[in-house]
Structures are given as C-alpha cells and as structure tokens.
C-alpha cells in the first residue's frame, strides 16, 4: 500500500523554524513530483511547494525565501524547512504526490502534521 | 494566478437526490486540468475527478465531472450518506496550481 507519513509539526513563535518531514512507503519518491499543500483551520487548500525529480523547486509567493523543500531518496523522504515562521503560516501541512506532471493534481495525500505558530 | 470560485459555499440535501456543484476559473483552464477533490472531516483529501471529467481510481460513478474553459461541474447522483463532505475544485493548468474556496455538502 502506498502510505505518506508527515511528521515535525508543533507549536512555535513567530520567527522560529521547523523542519517536517514525510516518509513514504510502497512507492518511490525519487520518481515522482512531490510536493507541500497547507489548509489553515477551517480554510480551504493552498499550494506551498514542489520539488521536481530533477530537483528544481517552486514555492508559492507566500513562503518564497522561507521554506526550502529538498528530499533524500536514499531515506525516501520528503522535507519542508520553514523559518522565518509568521502566525499566518498556520495550518495543516500535507505531503502529497503530484500525479504525473511537474503542474498536476494531487492522487495520494499524508494525513497531515499540524504547525502553529503563536506567542 | 488564476482564482477559483465554487458555488454555492453550502448545499443542503438529503441522501437520494442530486448534487450539481459549480467551480468557475478567473481565466481559462489549459487543457480542462481541472480536478475536485473531497475532504470528509478529520481526513486528508481524496482526489475523486482530474481532467475535468476523468474519474480517478476508486471513485463511484455516481460522481461526474464536466465543463471546460472557465465552467465545471461535479454532479452527485442518488447521493450515499458517506457522499457528504467539502468539496474542492483545483486548477492545475497553470502555475501556480490554485484551489476553490470549497463547497460544504450537508445533509438536510
């Protein structure tokens, strides 16, 4: 079965970092798109990054500059680093894999880690 | 980046009847990379249509999608307890991706 795990989610203050993370099972991520999706309580769903399977990377205007998604295929896993962390930044933070093209829509969800960031 | 705008924010039903739920783009959509999406709650996602119309694995087919250029629909037919969720629509034919703002389906 093809599982995403996240994990690394928690509560910090404005201006602190965290790092996620998102281990995937039977599949590979090193042949896939993957990317980060983020819902705020009680928001809808917003795009936040990808990284390609030539490791290019793209990030919505809204975390450019702070949050680097990178991977290791050797562990198979997925990461997002976020500093600079503002209170809007809340949400739910899910992994997901790109269904085949480098634009595309999302075919296996994680079930999600909860970042909050507060004073 | 193009907006998504779903209608209505809320639809109330009972199990049995239909449900026809709109999602409108700010510009066309390349290629109908339209996909919905259905998110019960305390549960991640679940991509039900891509394409505008093509059902992905799993999904009944008493979910259709439809339209093109800047109108879709997903349409609910003879609708099942477990069909009422928030429902997503995202365009993926231009960067960046972009989603709906979601469609509440309640039962009446």
């Known amino acids: 079965e093809e599982q995403l795990v996240e994990s690394g989610g928690g509560l910090i203050r404005p201006g602190g970092s965290l790092r996620l993370s998102c281990a995937a099972s039977g599949l590979s991520v090193s042949i896939y798109h993957m990317s980060w999706v983020r819902q705020a309580p009680g928001k809808g769903l917003e795009w936040v990054s990808v990284?390609?399977?030539?490791?290019?990377?793209n990030y919505a205007d809204s975390v450019k500059g702070r949050f680097t998604i990178s991977r290791d295929n050797s562990k198979n896993t997925l990461y997002l680093q976020m500093s600079s962390l503002r209170v809007e930044d809340t949400a739910m933070y899910y992994c997901?894999?790109?269904?085949?093209?480098?634009?595309?829509?999302?075919?296996?969800w994680g079930q999600g880690t909860m970042v909050t960031v507060s004073s | 980046e193009i907006v998504m705008t779903q209608s209505p924010g809320t639809l109330s039903l009972s199990p049995g009847e239909s449900a026809t739920l709109s999602c409108r783009a700010s510009?066309?959509?390349?290629?109908?990379?339209l996909a919905w999406y259905q998110q019960k709650r305390g549960q991640a996602p679940r991509l039900l249509i891509f394409?505008?119309?093509i059902r992905s694995t799993g999904t009944p087919d008493r979910f259709s999608g439809s339209g093109s250029g800047t109108d879709f629909t997903l349409t609910i037919s003879r609708l099942e307890p477990e069909d009422f969720a928030v429902f997503y629509c995202q365009q993926y034919g231009a960067s960046p991706t972009t989603f709906g703002q979601g469609t509440r389906l309640e039962i009446k």
């Open positions: 510009q066309s959509v390349n290629h109908n990379h």
């Open positions: 990284t390609y399977t030539g490791e290019n990377t």
């Open positions: 394409g505008a119309s």
């Open positions: 997901v894999r790109n269904q085949l093209l480098e634009n595309d829509c999302f075919n296996l």
